[in-house]
């Protein structure tokens, strides 16, 4: 996957809002990004993404994984609250507390689209019919809408209970260093290095790791869990899907603010794949391990 500078670089320079050289340099800093990011082999080769698509997992090896994911989407909103709280403009606090309020629960709410009836109380804020466009702001909280709850929902079909799942104390040492290091570089003091690993957690999501994930969940649900909802995880797709456009526009908006550091920037998303790359790991460890035990 290599990122590439859209056109309108060109636009810009030829109606005269950036120079020729400013838009050399941006271009140079897409191919050191492309090379010393995009080539990360969690973006590249994630082994344990490859195998579950196969639809090799049992359901020792689903449990496991439901449990270590559980762990990271339950602890990342510490690290999404810190970023709240250290974003370097109101802008960027906003689009932060977008993410952290619909992880908790609020609906995105679309103005002008009548938001679609549901007859079923049951059924507001399943992720099977909940939105994945539009803002918070104006959105409906429901707590079975939190995504915690969503896989709360699929743990219980597996046999998980509440305290089963999303703590610390359910976390493998893999899982928890990734967790603490969202904590740490996504949720840093230094925009930079927030930034940095915002755009590298962006990247490795625009991987497709999701659909990966998707397809190994498919063809394990048709064998042993006919009743197991998969809607959090075709949820997170569909949503990396239209995130996945705006990657190019937000670097380069960012790029040109006034204090953008480089080397920051880039260190912070090195660091941030690492932890990533440390989670996947941890997990396709477990399933070797577990195929040598059987
Ligand atoms: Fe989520």
Request: charged share 25%; proline share 2%; glycine share 8%.
């Amino acid at each position: 996957m290599q990122l590439k500078v859209s056109d309108h670089i060109e636009t810009k320079v030829s109606n005269g809002e950036l120079t020729g050289d400013e838009a050399g340099r941006f271009s140079a800093f897409v191919d050191t990004c492309n090379q010393e990011l995009m080539t990360h082999p969690v973006i590249t080769d994630n082994k344990f993404c490859k195998w579950f698509a196969s639809g090799a997992a049992d359901k020792e090896i689903v449990k496991h994984f439901i449990v270590q994911f559980s762990v990271f989407s339950n602890l990342f909103l510490m690290a999404q609250l810190s970023k709240v709280i250290n974003a370097g403009s109101l802008e960027g606090m906003r689009a932060s507390k977008e993410i952290l309020a619909n992880e908790l629960g609020v609906i995105f709410h679309k103005p002008g689209s009548s938001a679609k009836k549901v007859d079923d109380t049951d059924r507001e804020g399943d992720p099977a019919i909940v939105s994945t466009e539009g803002s918070v702001d104006g959105g409906t909280f429901r707590f079975q809408a939190a995504h915690f709850e969503w896989l709360l929902k699929m743990g219980a079909i597996l046999g998980l209970g509440f305290n089963d799942m999303g703590k610390r104390r359910n976390g493998t040492p893999s899982t928890l260093f990734f967790c603490d290091q969202l904590l740490d570089i996504y949720g840093n003091e230094d925009p930079n290095i927030a930034e940095g690993a915002s755009f590298a957690v962006e990247n490795w999501a625009a991987a497709g790791f999701w659909k990966q994930l998707v397809a190994g969940l498919e063809a394990f649900k048709q064998v042993e869990e006919p009743k197991l909802p998969l809607a959090f995880f075709t949820w997170h797709d569909r949503i990396e899907d239209q995130h996945a456009g705006h990657v190019m526009d937000e670097l380069e908006e960012l790029y040109f603010t006034e204090d953008f550091d480089e080397e920051k920037f880039l260190e912070g998303g090195r660091k941030m794949l690492d932890g990533v790359q440390a989670f996947w790991n941890g997990l396709n460890e477990h399933r070797i391990a577990a195929a040598y035990q059987a």
